[in-house]
């Protein structure tokens, strides 16, 4: 565990509930979907490379939304998403596993479990293509890897510092995330993504998380090495019947005319 500033109230009251939450039973064995060709194959086909996240409500967003997360997640993929990210944490997240489920039965591409998972056998209950592991609240980093690996998963390893990346990339992350909202402030600043970015080597796909939501912060986070855009928040305003143009006015910032209309 990094200690560097405390972490907000709303992340030490998610923590506590992670730590209370039941052990599933069994033990999953998943054939992942990859992340890194679908980001890839998205790219090669002039579609920005966004991982579109189904997050209802969140400690940082005012009140839910109640949409059906199966049409929410169909009409990311209609607006081009390569990927897709679905909050399974009940409590401060409105998610859960069956969500995860029910999505990942509906659409081709790969779905990331986003949870804070603190121990291996939290790994277990629901299926996806990837797992989110956050570097600051694990003790034991490499095990929990070894541990999603074990299961078939992909992990997504989230930082915020280049303290944090060196750590994933010494225990064998090969997908990293930079938060771009810090964990002791709940503040988004996109000049995170850059600093941490540039340290990373070139075999790791990078992912620029939070406070993404204009063309121009896909193209800033693009030009600065991101292979991949997680985006919940600006992609979800508005409900299942603007979700389709939300994402593609995201998948669509590196097309000639995105960039020559503003
Ligand atoms: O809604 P935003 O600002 O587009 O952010 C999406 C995603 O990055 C954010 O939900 C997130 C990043 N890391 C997390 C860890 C747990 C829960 C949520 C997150």
Do not use: C, W, Y
Not at 25 to 32: A, C, I, N
Not at 50 to 74: C, F, Q
Request: charged share 30%; net charge negative; proline share 6%.
């Amino acid at each position: 565990m990094d200690n560097e500033q405390p972490l907000a109230p709303a992340v030490e009251s998610i923590l506590a509930a992670a730590r209370d939450r039941p052990v599933p039973e069994g033990r999953v064995s998943v054939t992942p979907r990859s992340l890194p060709d679908a980001l890839a194959a998205a790219a090669a086909d002039g579609r920005a490379p966004v991982i579109a996240e189904v997050k209802p409500t969140s400690p940082t967003t005012d009140g839910a939304n109640d949409d059906d997360p199966v049409a929410l997640a169909r009409a990311m993929v209609e607006g081009g998403a390569a990927a897709l990210s679905v909050l399974t944490e009940p409590e401060h997240f409105g998610g859960s596993v069956g969500t995860l489920t029910r999505v990942r039965e509906a659409v081709e591409v790969p779905v990331l479990r986003k949870d804070f998972l603190l121990a291996p056998e939290q790994l277990d209950g629901v299926e996806a293509d990837v797992v989110l592991l956050i570097a600051r609240f694990l003790d034991d980093l490499p095990g929990m890897l070894e541990a999603a690996r074990e299961r078939g998963f992909q992990a997504l390893v989230e930082v915020h510092t280049r303290a944090e990346l060196r750590e994933a990339v010494d225990a064998g992350a090969d997908i990293v995330g930079v938060n771009n909202r810090d964990l002791a402030r709940l503040e988004v600043d996109l000049d995170t993504f850059e600093r941490v970015a540039a340290e990373a080597p070139d075999d790791v796909t990078l992912v620029a998380e939070s406070g993404l939501s204009t063309p121009d912060d896909v193209r800033r986070m693009r030009a600065a090495g991101a292979d991949g855009l997680l985006v919940g928040t600006a992609i979800m305003a508005g409900g299942v019947e603007q979700v389709t143009a939300n994402t593609r006015r995201l998948t669509e910032a590196e097309t000639t005319d995105t960039e020559t209309n503003e």
